[in-house]
C-alpha cells in the first residue's frame, strides 16, 4: 500500500537523526507534505527532499516555537519526537538533570501542542507523542528521571485525547524499547567496554535483536493515516517484547 498520507500535511521535531528521521522519510514516502525540526541544520540538510521542508527549531524556546507556528501552514500531524535519555537512578539525578528532561521531553511537546492546536481543530488531526516503555510501562534500571518524564508524556497524551475527542483531535502515545538510533549508539559508546555494553543491551531482547527507527516509523504512519481514525489517548507499545 502507497499513498496512505496522500494530502496530508506533517510536523516532525527531532528530526535530524534517529526515530524523527525515519518517521519524516516515511512521511514522505506515503504523500505526505513534510515539516522537518532540528537544531542540527546539518544532518537536517541530509533529508531536505521532494515532499520535506527542514526547518531550526529548538523545542525547549518558547519564542522559537511561536515563530514557528506563525511562518507555517497547519499541518494535519503533529509528532513529537524530540527527546533525551538521562543515565542514572534518583541519587545520579541532579536538578540539572529534572529539569532538562522534563524541558525537552514534556515540555516541549505541551508547547508544541498549546500553539498548533487552535488551528488544527478547524480541519481535525492526529498527534503522536514519542514516550516510551521505560517508565511509561514498566521500570528499567537506571531511567530514574527519563521514565518519569516519559511516563508524563502519556498523562499529557490521555488528557489531550479526552478534552479533543469530540472536536476531530486524536493524540496517541507511542511506547518504544531499545532501538538502534545514534542516540543509542552515543551512550553504548560511553561504557568502557563499548561492544560488551552492545551485546547486554541485546541481551535483554526476547526477540534477541534492537529495534530500528523504520519500524517505528511504520507504527507512527499508521497513526498518522486515516487508517486509525477510531483510535485516541492509546499507549502503543512496539518494544520487541520488553515490557512481557
Request: glycine letters at 10%; hydrophobic letters at 45%; aromatic letters at 6%.
Amino acid at each position: 500500500m502507497s499513498g496512505r498520507l496522500r494530502g496530508k500535511s506533517a510536523v516532525v521535531t527531532a528530526a535530524a537523526q534517529g526515530i524523527g528521521r525515519a518517521v519524516a522519510l516515511a512521511f514522505a514516502r506515503e504523500g505526505a507534505s513534510v515539516i522537518a525540526t532540528d537544531v542540527n541544520q546539518d544532518r537536517l540538510a541530509e533529508i531536505a527532499t521532494t515532499g520535506i521542508v527542514t526547518r531550526r527549531l529548538d523545542v525547549t524556546d518558547d519564542a522559537a516555537i511561536q515563530a514557528f507556528v506563525r511562518e507555517i501552514t497547519t499541518p494535519s500531524i503533529l509528532v513529537n519526537c524530540a527527546g533525551f535519555v538521562h543515565h542514572g537512578t534518583v541519587l545520579e539525578c541532579t536538578r540539572k538533570d529534572w529539569d532538562f528532561s522534563f524541558t525537552l521531553n514534556v515540555r516541549s511537546m505541551y508547547m508544541l501542542i498549546q500553539a498548533l492546536l487552535p488551528r488544527m481543530l478547524e480541519s481535525g488531526g492526529s498527534i503522536i507523542n514519542i514516550a516510551s516503555v521505560a517508565g511509561s510501562i514498566k521500570g528499567i534500571p537506571n531511567r530514574f528521571v527519563y521514565g518519569a518524564s516519559k511516563a508524563a508524556v502519556i498523562g499529557l497524551t490521555k488528557s489531550v485525547a479526552i478534552d479533543f475527542v469530540k472536536r476531530g483531535i486524536r493524540c496517541n502515545a507511542v511506547c518504544p524499547g531499545t532501538i538502534d538510533t545514534p542516540s543509542l549508539g552515543e551512550r553504548i559508546n560511553a561504557f568502557a567496554d563499548p561492544v560488551q555494553a552492545r551485546k547486554d543491551f541485546i541481551a535483554r531482547q526476547p526477540m534477541g535483536r534492537l529495534g530500528n527507527a523504520e519500524e517505528v516509523a511504520d507504527l507512527c504512519v499508521y497513526l498518522g493515516s486515516d487508517e486509525s481514525v477510531f483510535m485516541t489517548g492509546q499507549t502503543v507499545i512496539i518494544d520487541g517484547g520488553v515490557s512481557l
